[in-house]
């Protein structure tokens, strides 16, 4: 039930009033202040709040192109994009930003992949020159499966400029397309706002109330008692004569003149007796999880602890970023790159360790353990903590005392 159907039922059961016979929902929301969804949904605060994290936590992470033997292949053109600017007007952040922002809220994302050929530099083979957004709501996937435009069953994508107002054919490998868990085709798919769009209704309009609640000096409306007929006109003006000190915060606490013989009888709406808070915070729940957000990840931290914040985002992490990161390395090493790139085993991965960082003591504690054991070189360890190379660091070290256990063996 939501907000709206809860106080039309708190009224029809009220002494004092008894209008909502002759009303449906809608208009008893107006009559309430409150319109059907009167704002975007990314206004609705706990959505606005899971879009920001997802977005912000994937930009947040450097994406690192890498040779076969693990190194970091720095020198590659596509490579230098993503990690300066992916174009002339944005960074890689703002890139990303805009690009995951699309995914979540139109359900599917999508990146204009702008290829040139410079013979000079690349033999005859083609370069990019740069990656574009291009806004979800302005792009027609098109499958052909009659073989109009090329080859049977491709796949094109239609975009029409909202800038330029012109528009554009673009082959499937010339487009990264990102999309969200929701599809049931595999080629797009599904936004959040339409698997729950009575869960974000039902919030937008409680946060709509509350607003209306707010501006209203945070009283309830009422209904005016009086002896007589009056016209429609006089009607209206007698309304608007006690809205005047009835209504907006700084009437809050004041007298009310009434004329004798009229009497003002309040719309008796309790928030804690119709569960408000508690139907609200549902909602936000619902909303968080449906797009894989921690209750904490909200502010709610009524089965959180200090102690389990670290455990916390690494759940945060599996549970939700993994998936993500993995649909988009998987899109840039296919059309990123091209065969021979592939073949030698090249690939693309996000750094997922910042959002994995412990304190500081504790990432004293793993670090060590890696350089004594030999898994990293203290250059490398210098590196993760923004330090200079020092002389001589460039070395694995480990134990002396530490044996193969086929020595061992043989020993026996």
Sequence with gaps: MNVVSRIRKMADNSTLFRPTASLNDEQFAKWLGISSVPYSQRSEVTYFTCLKLLAETLAKMPIKYYNADKTIAADDDVYKLLKYRPNKNMTPTAFL??????????????AYIHRYLNRE?????????????????????????????KNKGDIWYWYQDP????????????????????????LTGLPVTQILKTTLEGALESQNFMNNLYKQGLTARATLQYTGDLDKKKEKKLVEKFEQYTTGANNAGKFIPIPIGMEIKPLS????????????????????????????????????????SEMQNLT???????????QYEEEFNYKLQDETARNEGRYYKFNEKVILR?????????????????????????????LPKAEGGDVLMCNGNYKPITAVREEE
Excluded: W
Excluded at 97 to 110: S, T, V
Excluded at 165 to 177: L, M, N, Q, T
């Design 97 to 110: 930003f805009a690009l995951e922002n699309n995914r979540n809220h139109f359900g599917n994302g999508y």
């Design 358 to 386: 412990t304190t500081a003591q504790q990432q004293q504690i793993v670090e060590c353990g890696y350089i004594q054991n030999g898994v990293k070189k203290p250059n490398e360890v210098r590196n993760d903590l923004d």
């Design 121 to 149: 530099k690349y033999g005859g083979t083609m370069g990019i020159e740069g990656l574009y957004i291009m806004q979800s709501d302005c792009v027609t996937q098109i499958v052909d499966d009659k073989g109009i435009f």
């Design 163 to 186: 800038l330029s107002g012109e528009s554009y054919f673009f082959k499937a490998d010339e487009v990264i397309h990102v999309k969200t868990s929701h599809t049931f085709n595999g």
């Design 316 to 326: 945060f992490y599996i549970d939700t970023m993994q998936v993500i990161l993995k």
């Design 269 to 308: 709406i309790s928030l804690t007796d119709s569960q408000f808070f508690e139907l609200k915070k549902y909602s936000a729940l619902q909303i968080a999880a449906a797009m894989g957000i921690k209750p904490n990840q909200i502010n709610d931290y009524e089965k959180s602890s200090y102690n389990s």
